[in-house]
């Protein structure tokens, strides 16, 4: 697989966190994987190539390093002739010792990022799709949270003869609702480009 991603500064890890073993195992790049889990944030067009029309509902749960814990809920079915998937993220970064201007320990606190989108694709022609996606994340530490609403669109290609796919997508464009502070964090939009093949002799 090959990527290229830009302008992917920020915060709300969240955003780039893979929630699926086989994301997790690929790095976390899913942009031309029709088979990964991870497709309604990585690439909502490849709904419609995964080849699996059937409805289906899954649930992933992931320990990161750090104490870093995330989940995904995922519901996935077709609607009017539309591939589609309703998606629930969470994570956890784990409980932070809390001090005052003394350097004083006052308590702990907790942080935690939460995501629900939902997307779709549309075949153009045998091979081709475009799909998009919409969603709010709620991101919280201790008691200021920051509200942002999101879209991303993005379009791929298969050819089956060469067992080969080509995604282009551009996740995360947004609008900030509410900030933790006056100073507005920057959305990690970014643009990625990835082809995946399958090889002859990888009995994979």
Avoid: C
Wanted: glycine share 10%.
């Amino acid at each position: 697989m090959i990527v290229t991603q830009v302008d992917a500064v920020g915060a709300y890890s969240i955003l780039e966190l893979p929630f699926h073993a086989r994301s997790l195992s690929m790095a976390g790049i899913g942009t031309a994987d029709p088979r990964g889990q991870d497709v309604s944030a990585f690439n909502p067009a490849l709904l419609a190539l995964s080849g699996n029309e059937s409805q289906y509902f899954y649930l992933s749960l992931l320990s990161h390093p750090a104490g870093i814990k995330s989940g995904a809920v995922v519901w996935q079915a077709s609607f009017r002739g539309f591939p589609a998937a309703i998606t629930m993220r969470h994570v956890s970064y784990g409980d932070f010792t809390e001090f005052d201007d003394d350097g004083n320990r006052t308590g702990t606190y907790g942080a935690g990022d939460s995501w629900i989108s939902a997307a779709a694709s549309y075949p153009l022609m045998p091979g081709v799709a475009v799909g998009g996606s919409a969603g709010l994340l709620v991101s919280q530490v201790d008691d200021v949270s920051a509200m942002l609403g999101l879209i991303s669109i993005s379009t791929a290609i298969n050819v089956p003869r060469y067992d080969l796919h080509v995604g282009l997508a551009v996740n995360n464009l947004g609008v900030t609702f509410s900030s933790f502070t006056k100073h507005v964090e920057a959305i990690p939009t970014s643009v990625a480009v990835g082809i995946t093949k399958k090889l002859k002799s990888l009995p994979l």
